[in-house]
């Protein structure tokens, strides 16, 4: 009997240490994300509703220098660059992928756009080519579908949170992109 609680105890310390492990990473990604707002009194024009597919937008990021903004809406990501600092309709261009996008996310600088997909294990990096328009660079299978990611305060690193409890962290190599 007593082997019995005991071993319910140590197994509760364990989970419960698991869970702080995970509370302690996702508190740090809270912390680093200070640069996230707005430019006060700027002019921001977003396209009409049927520049989307389905009429609505599921998710909106911007890079850390408010240059860049990337909007979801199904399976297409609409890029806005801003223009004399607005965010122009006539500047936006749409990226089509085969699946419905669950997020889409710029590092700080803008260099790389991360977006994964509601119904894959991928995880795709887009950045820009020589004329300016952001199309896939490389495409990485985590191995389980991905719940959520953010950019680390180094901006070359992924977190990745996966459906299998799993966090990876991806890693761009500046050598080879």
């Known amino acids: 009997m007593v082997e019995s609680i005991l071993r319910w105890q140590n197994l509760f310390t364990t989970m419960r240490s698991r869970q702080l492990i995970v509370f302690f ?3 740090g990604f809270a912390l680093a994300a200070n640069d996230v707002g707005l430019t ?14 389905g009429g609505s937008v599921r998710y ?15 399976k297409t990501v609409r890029i806005y660059l801003a223009t004399k600092g607005a965010y122009d309709n006539s500047s936006a261009y749409n990226i089509l992928f085969n699946e419905t996008i669950g997020q889409a996310s710029f590092n700080k600088d803008g260099s790389w756009l991360a977006v994964r997909g509601d119904s894959s294990t991928n995880v795709y990096f887009l ?4 004329g300016g328009i952001y199309d896939v660079d490389h495409t990485v299978d985590v191995g389980s ?3 959520a990611f953010a950019w680390a305060q180094s ?3 992924l977190a990745v949170g996966l459906a299998n409890s799993n966090l990876v962290w991806l890693e761009l190599n500046p050598t080879t992109s």
């Open 127 to 130: 950045k820009q080519n020589v």
């Open 40 to 53: 006060h009194l700027s002019y921001y024009s977003m396209g009409s509703s049927s520049d989307f597919i």
């Open 145 to 147: 579908h991905p719940n």
């Open 60 to 74: 909106v990021n911007t890079d850390g220098t408010h240059t860049r903004l990337a909007t979801c809406d199904q």
């Open 155 to 157: 901006q070359d690193t």
């Open 25 to 27: 990473v996702l508190l």
